[in-house]
């Protein structure tokens, strides 16, 4: 077991990104780390498998390969899962499930190729442990063995972090549909405001005008910090056969003992060295921001105000970086525009996925019309107060930079779950005065 087959997954868009990551985190290139749709594959042994699990923020989650072959049916699934060692990754104690994806297979039902591998591994154990196997659990089982399905081969995996690695474990207040971590993270590096293959971030300020719960500027205080994405969280690896607690505790003592120079500073939250800012028109969500990043240890590294992100003026002298996904739904209608009963957050999406809705056209159409008014207020309230600023925003909506009526000068492809998205830049200028008679 000395050398390991790792798959990262990630979200769509994030692949070069992830394999940037992982080439700081591990210094591995070439063909040790390749970067491929919806994931990076990693050679490594048990510590680098640890160190992914503990420090990485763009993965999902770390998988170990165990088998890889062509396949037909759902008998040959059984032979492939027959042939796995199963016995030397977890006992006939602990509990198990199996999670199939697949991607233009040729088997008619998902289901009962679960089953058949779900028979593999414990007729294995029976044939190993003198009949004895472990219990099904699919709601929190010890171990999650993975299947993926492609048109001619199949894959089988073991989990080695459990809960996704989205949750770190410090967010216990949250809104309606709260931006993932990874996400968040993703967006930090695709803006270029954290650089992944070094570990760096930028001096520049960092402010979030619609921060909700506080996912970016917590996981941007986080980086600048250099607290480990994962050391709030247990992981699956930990119930696993081949599991060694002093490694464990020697790669988190590690990670423990690194802080960035650019963290000098970060003691008192009134002192200049503060640069990452965040406010919310909802107070209620300001409180779980505070709550939120207390629980992540940076607290004193954040500044979190309420306001109204159309009155908002800037947190500090120095122009910076602003970094958000925008408000919509019922946050919209707290942002500024009067008048807007709250209907949800994925009422709006930027005034283009209620369209159509069971609401009624009437309401779709007012829903637009908010996000109009929204949008082409902040972009004024940011060419007069935010002058040499940039503005990256998160959206489905390809008709956002024309609400804004601004052109964006970047346009990165981001993946929020199965919604397709743009993380948009603006390079913000001053307000054009009236034309000198």
């Not at 060419?383 to 990165?412: F, I, M, N, Q």
Request: hydrophobic share 40%; proline share 7%; net charge positive.
């Amino acid at each position: 077991m000395s050398t390991l087959t790792l798959f990262l997954p990630c979200a769509g868009g994030v692949e070069d990104l992830l394999a940037d990551e992982a080439h700081g985190l591990t210094g591995l290139a070439g063909q040790d780390l390749l970067t491929l749709r919806g994931g990076v594959r990693v050679r490594g042994d048990w510590a680098v498998m640890l160190r992914l699990n503990l420090l990485s923020r763009l993965a999902q989650r770390v998988l170990i390969e165990l088998a890889h072959a062509p396949y037909r049916d759902e008998h040959e699934l059984y032979r492939l899962a027959s042939d796995v060692a199963w016995e030397q990754w977890f006992s006939p104690r602990q509990s198990f499930r199996v999670d199939v994806t697949a991607q233009a297979s040729p088997l008619k039902s998902l289901n009962f190729a679960t089953l058949r591998i779900k028979d593999a591994v414990a007729d294995r154990f029976r044939q190993q442990a003198g009949g004895v196997r472990p219990s099904i659990d699919t709601q929190q089982p010890d171990v999650r063995v993975q299947a993926h399905l492609g048109p001619q081969d199949a894959t089988l995996y073991i989990d080695t972090s459990g809960e996704p690695l989205f949750k770190r474990g410090w967010r216990q207040d949250k809104g309606d549909a709260p931006l993932k971590e990874t996400l968040a993270a993703a967006m930090l590096a695709a803006s270029g405001w954290w650089q992944p293959a070094t570990r760096t971030v930028s001096p520049l300020p960092l402010y979030d005008p619609c921060c909700g719960s506080g996912t970016i500027v917590i996981e941007a205080a986080q980086l600048l910090l250099g607290l480990p994405a994962g050391g709030q969280r247990r992981f699956a690896f930990e119930r696993l056969g081949p599991f060694d607690a002093a490694t464990w505790n020697a790669i988190k003592k590690e990670a423990a003992g690194v802080r960035p120079e650019s963290a000098a500073g970060q003691n008192d939250p009134q002192s200049p060295g503060v640069r990452i800012f965040g406010s919310d028109v909802a107070h209620r969500m300001v409180d779980f921001a505070q709550r939120n990043a207390q629980r992540a240890g940076v607290a004193h590294a954040v500044q979190l105000r309420g306001g109204d992100a159309l009155q908002r003026l800037p947190p500090c002298a120095t122009p910076g970086v602003l970094l958000m996904n925008p408000p919509y739904g019922e946050r919209i209608a707290a942002a500024g525009v009067a008048g807007q009963p709250a209907r949800g957050r994925e009422a709006f999406q930027s005034g283009t996925l209620a369209r159509g809705r069971a609401a009624g056209a009437a309401t779709a159409a007012a829903d637009v019309n908010a996000g109009d008014e929204f949008f082409t207020r902040l972009a004024a309230h940011w060419k007069s107060h935010y002058a040499g600023w940039s503005a990256w925003l998160l959206t489905p909506d390809s008709k956002l930079p024309g609400r804004l009526r601004l052109k964006e000068s970047r346009r990165v492809p981001l993946w929020n779950g199965p919604i397709e998205c743009r993380l948009l830049r603006f390079d913000l200028t001053a307000r054009r005065g009236p034309a000198a008679p």
